[in-house]
């Protein structure tokens, strides 16, 4: 079956970096776009960072640009997120996403938590 495990969350101090892995199963994840998401409390869900199927596009949502780096390895079956410079408003569950031909699918979700 299709999935998605996250893993690499945690609590890091303002400033700090951490690296998101998601690790992809049960579906040809070479044809699939994939993307992180967060959710804060009390807020929607919304699109942090995407990548094409061959990792040739990617696109970062606003309040992240300059900060984050998402990346993927085809042989691996893995989509990265590289934070930097992480800020306490960055703090959020963060999901993996996969697009590919009419299916979607989601990961269980890390935490990030950004505090002194």
């Known amino acids: 079956q299709v999935q998605l495990v996250e893993s690499g969350g945690g609590l890091v101090q303002p400033g700090g970096s951490l690296r998101l892995s998601c690790a992809a199963s049960g579906f040809t994840f070479s044809s699939a776009a994939m993307s992180w998401y967060r959710q804060a409390p009390g807020k929607e869900r919304e699109l942090v960072a995407a990548?094409?199927?061959?990792?040739?596009?990617?696109n970062y949502a606003d309040s992240v640009k300059g900060r984050f780096t998402i990346s993927r390895d085809n042989a691996k079956n893995t989509v990265y997120l590289q934070m930097n410079s992480l800020k306490p408003e960055d703090t959020a569950v963060y999901y993996c996403?996969?697009?590919?031909?009419?299916?979607?699918?989601w990961g269980q979700g890390t935490q990030v938590t950004v505090s002194s």
């Open positions: 996403n996969a697009s590919w031909l009419r299916s979607r699918a």
């Open positions: 990548i094409t199927s061959t990792g040739g596009s990617t």
